[in-house]
């Protein structure tokens, strides 16, 4: 017997707190299996979003860490992994492009199946696991992609697909017998019946339900505002940051050049996100009717500006009039205080006629 | 502990106030953070301290009477309740 085999076996696995993954972890851990689940934090995660715009009174159940809920239900270790600047970077560029809208969804599971055999080799864990049936997903679930992902990582032989492993070529633990193969499972496909069953066998009672709208970026009104800022920003010989990706998760998007645009909240919860990010930028509101934030991206001139605040009075109870008197704001860069803190250090009052619907039209990125 | 029985105590613990007194060893501040940054920073800091030693997080995000516990089921470690002061919550939980 050698020592890996009087070791107990270990795995560390992705765990995006849905139900393949929950039950993936779960299955190896009946198997005995020492089981870390990782949870990458990305930055474009749709239920972070939620939270931090939560309206108040809004049950916190609903805004619970999904990744931390599924860990609890498997009872393994979930570990939280900030990974959102280099993950950032992926993105802008996935060399094996994009989905539907900017889902980079074959280079996601590569970036996080990378990260994830570097943290196999501190812990020492033999197997790397994720919750992929064969089949569920167009893009990056089926067998051709299943087979290259595992590649281009350098799993071969490692990397452990437990609800459809009877369906895929054995991995080193399962030949040497240290995995039984026989209580892996053989799903594949979009039905979700096989999964719900085993969650009722194994007590697993709370999970999100599967939408495919727990990122970002597979959203269509997202990838647009995605692309659009990439674009321009890198044009301009910019790096898009963190703050501006965050931005692109609320509002409408107007471009009112290719160095500036406006983001207008759309609700109460919207401005007060907005709010948290005035510092260092301009913010505008109309003065006597109620309406919402904008924040202007970039530095304006007066000429834009203007444009700014007719955008915004375009948006406030005053619409309908000839002018709004609206109120421009430029806020201090409030390096280590709170969100929202700051103060103006200049001011500008102007009167400006709400914009035209056909000039709205031309600016729209996403309403 | 059955399944059942655990996750029961596991639901309960979301209530569980902490003992009066009961004071961390090492006093953790994310009032302002959203999660997961709190569970990212209590994961961080516990790890350490010494088995036994006790955790004391403050946050004012309300969800995470819900999410602690559950991290705890989920690592191990000992959740021991919470003390409400004024719209913030001090949680407390001994490392495994």
């Known amino acids: 017997m050698s020592d890996s085999d009087r070791k107990p076996l270990k795995a560390v696995g992705l765990m995006s707190g849905g139900l393949d993954s929950t039950l993936a972890a779960r299955l190896l851990k009946d198997q005995g299996v020492e089981v870390i689940g990782l949870n990458f934090s990305t930055g474009f995660c749709t239920y972070d979003h939620h939270r931090a715009i939560a309206r108040k009174g809004e049950d916190p159940r609903r805004l619970r860490n999904v990744a931390v809920q599924a860990g609890a239900e498997a009872q393994v270790e979930v570990r939280i992994i900030d990974v959102s600047d280099e993950y950032l970077e992926m993105v802008k560029h996935p060399p094996h492009g994009y989905g539907s809208a900017a889902n980079p969804c074959i280079d996601c599971r590569i970036f996080m199946l990378n990260k994830a055999r570097e943290i196999a080799e501190v812990e020492g864990a033999e197997i790397i696991f994720t919750g992929e049936v064969l089949g569920q997903r167009p893009m990056s679930q089926h067998h051709n992609a299943l087979h290259m992902i595992e590649k281009e990582t350098g799993l071969k032989g490692r990397l452990l697909r437990p609800l459809s492993a009877q369906r895929l070529a054995p991995t080193d633990a399962e030949l040497a017998g240290r995995i039984d193969r026989g209580k892996l499972l053989d799903i594949k496909g979009r039905s979700r019946k096989e999964q719900h069953r085993l969650a009722d066998q194994m007590e697993i009672e709370e999970y999100p339900q599967p939408s495919g709208g727990c990122c970002f970026l597979a959203d269509h009104n997202f990838g647009r505002k995605f692309h659009d800022l990439v674009r321009e920003e890198e044009t301009m010989g910019r790096t898009v940051g963190r703050d501006e990706i965050m931005l692109l998760k609320v509002g409408r998007h107007f471009r009112i050049s290719q160095r500036l645009k406006v983001i207008v909240g759309r609700d109460e919860a919207e401005n007060n996100f907005l709010e948290r990010f005035r510092a260092g930028r301009w913010k505008v509101a109309a003065l006597d009717h109620l309406g919402p934030v904008s924040l202007v991206m970039g530095d304006p001139g007066d000429a834009e500006l203007a444009v700014a605040a007719s955008i915004t009075a375009r948006y406030c109870d005053g619409k309908g009039e000839a002018s709004v008197r609206v109120k421009a704001e430029r806020y201090t860069v409030a390096e280590g205080e709170p969100f929202g803190a700051g103060q103006p250090d200049r001011t500008s009052v102007m009167w400006v006629s709400p914009v035209t619907d056909e000039s709205l039209a031309s600016m729209k990125i996403v309403d | ?96």
């Open chain 2, 1 to 96: 502990m059955t399944d059942r029985a655990s996750r029961n105590e596991w639901r309960e613990l979301e209530a569980r106030r902490a003992p009066d007194g009961l004071a961390g060893d090492l006093v953790l501040d994310t009032v302002g953070l959203y999660c997961p940054v709190p569970i990212m920073k209590t994961a961080a800091r516990i790890s350490g301290l010494a088995a036994g030693q006790v955790i004391e997080v403050l946050s004012d995000d309300r969800v995470i009477l819900i999410d602690m516990p559950a991290w705890c089921r989920s690592t191990g470690h000992a959740y021991l309740g919470f003390r409400e002061e004024a719209r913030q919550w001090r949680l407390f939980v001994r490392r495994k």
